[in-house]
């Protein structure tokens, strides 16, 4: 039995469904997929083509983190630019007209130590042989009320996917570290002018990233400050600034603000039960596999480097041809 988890980092604590709660529920298959990104919708696909008894736990917040972005123009396949919620929408018809089963459920529980591993919803138990994490990871926020509301408006986590739509135009970066670093060079060759914001005096990226940003003439630095505001009700028109040391605040006008103050793994399921890098993403050893054997993972919740939705469900792909050579290993599966 298999399990893939991916999820979205966004949890509701409400649904539209109305859950009748039977813990005695137990179900037993080859194969489960926790998560609904692209990784866990990838896996799926392969999964259901290997011929695995599988089913995908995703979530009531299906989708992953493109169902927070606007238009998509780096995923093969799209001459045209496709919405994020909408490119989700058609991986998802896709797995689900191959016969995938999809629980949106969230799971309260994951259990490593078991033989068969078990997984919790609210509602059910479900067991399998096999699991494949793909819970993704949450970009870490600002936290500021206008950023929810002007989230996809101009307020964005991810340069190389949005940086485009922001051409010729004034934009922010928000950090100090490799990502903002690397997000500012990348947007400097798009954008008229990059202001990049740090609470700090001196930057925390790679020295060589520093000198590289240091020698592009449209890249700017505003030290010892914080975002305490963005501006705009239906688009982003600026920013305010508060200075850390002096305590006063500015306006800055920008057409974009781009947060790259860290991602936060998906792992508070497993933690403890299988091993992690420091920064909290599940440990790859090979490709997919984990210190569990029998556990495999992929896309964000293994990845801090390049965090692409390509690269997600290329992993995923990976995911479930190992999980499905591990279960032929073990049951002699076909």
Same mark, same amino acid.
């Given at each position: ?116 591993? &078990? ?53 922010? @970066?928000?950090?100090?570290? %490799? ?5 500012? @060079? ?41 975002? @305490? %505001? ?6 982003? %028109? ?34 403890? &039960? ?33 965090? &692409? ?18 279960? &032929? ?6």
């Amino acid at each position: 039995m298999l399990i893939i988890y991916t999820g979205s980092g966004i949890r509701m604590t409400t649904s539209l469904f109305s859950v009748t709660r039977d813990q005695s529920k137990h179900e037993n298959h080859e194969m489960i997929i926790v998560g609904s990104g692209p990784a866990g919708l990838t896996a799926g696909i392969y999964a259901v083509r290997g011929g695995a008894d599988v089913i995908l736990i995703g979530g009531y917040s299906s989708g992953g983190q493109l169902m927070l972005t606007t238009e998509v123009e780096n995923y093969p396949g799209f001459p045209e630019p496709i919405l994020g919620p909408e490119l989700m929408k058609r991986m998802r018809m896709q797995v689900e007209r191959l016969g995938l089963k999809i629980i949106d459920r969230d799971v309260t529980q994951i259990n490593l130590k078991t033989r068969p591993f &078990q997984v919790e919803v609210e509602d059910a138990t479900y067991s399998a042989d096999s699991l494949i994490l793909a819970m993704g990871a949450s970009a870490r926020e600002l936290n500021l009320p206008s950023e929810q509301r002007l989230k996809g408006k101009g307020v964005s986590y991810c340069a190389v996917c949005d940086g485009a739509f922001f051409k010729g135009s004034d934009v922010t @970066v928000i950090g100090g570290g %490799d990502t903002a670093v690397e997000d500012a @060079v990348y947007l400097s060759k798009i954008a008229k002018t990059v202001t990049v914001i740090h609470r700090r005096d001196k930057l925390r990226a790679q020295a060589i990233l520093q000198k590289q940003a240091f020698s592009i003439p449209n890249i700017k630095f505003v030290w010892n400050s914080e975002v @305490v %505001d963005i501006v705009g009700e239906k688009k982003v %028109d600026g920013i305010k600034i508060k200075n850390k040391i002096s305590g006063s605040e500015t306006t800055l006008n920008c057409s974009a603000v781009f947060v790259d103050i860290g991602h936060i793994p998906n792992t508070s399921l497993v933690e403890g &039960q299988i091993e992690l890098t420091s920064e909290k993403y599940i440990k790859l050893s090979g490709e997919t596999s984990t210190s569990v054997d029998g556990v495999f993972a992929a896309g964000d919740v293994a990845d801090h480097l390049y965090r &692409q939705a390509v690269t997600a469900a290329g992993s995923g792909a990976k995911a479930a041809l190992d999980a499905l050579r591990y279960l &032929q290993k073990i049951k002699g599966h076909p």
